[in-house]
């Protein structure tokens, strides 16, 4: 009976054994069976014919895929080209109303253009112009900062800024030295904006009276930061200047005129806001920028005195930046006063 007992132990322990050798084997094998993607890339790079020809159809698949996507996006391109739409460029422009009332005519003089992407060069600010833009669009108001969040509107109006400050950058330097010798520089302040608007009126041809006017005499969609004189918007917010009687030139300074009649309403808000006065021509103060942006703490002993309480800003505030451009004139500065001769910062923190 012992020894039956030993036997019957023996042949446990062997089956015992058996079995973890076998489990052993399968692990290790297990563990040694290559991925799926590591045997694809191995038979791809095999020398058989039949990787080859898998190898060949992969190829051309891939090609044809991205013969789709360069097709799919040239016709995109073409697409909004045709329909006159370029959101990859920012045109900077000056509007002016000096033959508004003699010739009926807003004038615009482009001041740069440049890839937008170059403007704003960070893509989450990039992405929400454009976004913003897309929508706009479709609505009657061309004024984009109205659409944009309240935390945006200074970066993207600062960024504006330095570029077209960079615009005037020798006169800047010229304008300083007025303060200490004869010059014949001075200075005016401007405000500006971004617009999103597409002009669908004619009036393009009009130098060429015999080209017929057709349905494509449509402006350009684009996102423009649009640039006028201070005292022009407080006359046009004040009604000091009008529409002339007989009409405007043609539609597309119709469309101008809108553009500077609605800038010129957030103007006389935004003085409203600052100042609290009801008069358009009121001085703006200590806040030479024209917004009421709350301030970061020590900017300053002047701006230490407005109110630093959080505001719930409306879209339609702070939708414009002062700007402060020097220009060259016939009469010495120092005629017009030693006050005109200084420079002015209109960037209260960045």
């Known amino acids: 009976a012992a020894r039956a007992n030993s036997a019957q132990l023996a042949g446990w322990g062997g089956n015992c054994r058996a079995m973890s050798a076998l489990e052993a084997s399968t692990a290790l094998s297990t563990r040694r069976r290559p991925g799926l993607g590591v045997a694809l890339v191995r038979f791809l790079f095999s020398r058989t014919g039949t990787a080859m020809l898998a190898g060949g159809l992969l190829t051309s ?30 045109q900077a422009c000056l509007l002016s109303t000096e033959h508004l009332e003699t010739l009926g005519r807003v004038e615009k003089r482009t001041l740069f253009v440049k890839p937008i992407a170059e403007v704003f060069k960070n893509e989450y600010i990039l992405a ?33 800024s330095n570029h077209l400050s960079a615009c005037f950058a020798p006169y800047h330097v010229f304008f300083n030295e007025a303060r200490r010798s004869d010059s014949y520089y001075r200075s005016a302040w401007y405000c500006f904006t971004l617009t999103c608007t597409q002009t669908t009126s004619s009036g393009r041809w009009f130098i060429t009276p015999n080209k017929p006017v057709a349905s494509e005499d449509i402006g350009t969609l684009r996102i423009r930061i649009v640039l006028m004189n201070e005292q022009e918007l407080r006359e046009i917010a004040s009604g000091a200047t009008e529409q002339p009687t007989v009409g405007l030139f043609n539609g597309r300074h119709e469309s101008r005129w809108k553009v500077c009649t609605r800038f010129a309403d957030l103007f006389a ?32 002993a002047k701006l230490s005195a407005m109110d630093d309480a959080p505001r719930n800003y409306a879209s339609e505030d702070n ?31 960045e």
């Open 61 to 90: 698949i891939i090609r044809i895929c991205h013969n789709l996507w360069l097709r799919r996006r040239r016709s995109l391109l073409e697409k909004s080209w045709r329909r006159h739409v370029d959101f990859g460029i920012i």
């Open 128 to 160: 929400n112009i454009l976004e913003h833009a897309q929508q706009i669009a479709a609505s009657d108001d061309p004024m984009l900062l109205t659409r944009l969040p309240g935390d945006l509107k200074w970066h993207i109006l600062n960024t504006c």
């Open 269 to 300: 808000r935004q003085v409203h806001s600052v100042t609290g006065a009801t008069d358009v021509h009121a001085d703006w103060g200590p806040n030479l920028c024209g917004t009421n942006f709350k301030k970061k703490v020590g900017s300053g």
């Open 319 to 349: 939708c414009l930046l002062r700007i402060h451009i020097p220009f060259p004139s016939t009469v010495p500065s120092k005629t017009s006063g030693q006050k005109d001769c200084v420079a002015k910062d209109v960037v209260l923190f």
